[in-house]
């Protein structure tokens, strides 16, 4: 058995369409950088930082 370590089309296909209409709402917002997106993911992560827990 091949073991390939860097397969990432493995989960993409499983959340591809979570990805595209994330992608697709950061698109249409107009906001690339320092829009909502990013300020909602600064929230989670400094939580995660605090509680020591990963985001998931």
Sequence with gaps: MQIMPNRMDRGFIK?????????????????YILGNEVEQFEKEWHWSKFWGWAVT
Excluded: H, I, T
Excluded at 15 to 31: I, T
């Design 15 to 31: 959340y591809q369409a979570e990805f595209e209409q994330k992608a697709l709402d950061v698109l249409r917002s107009g906001w």
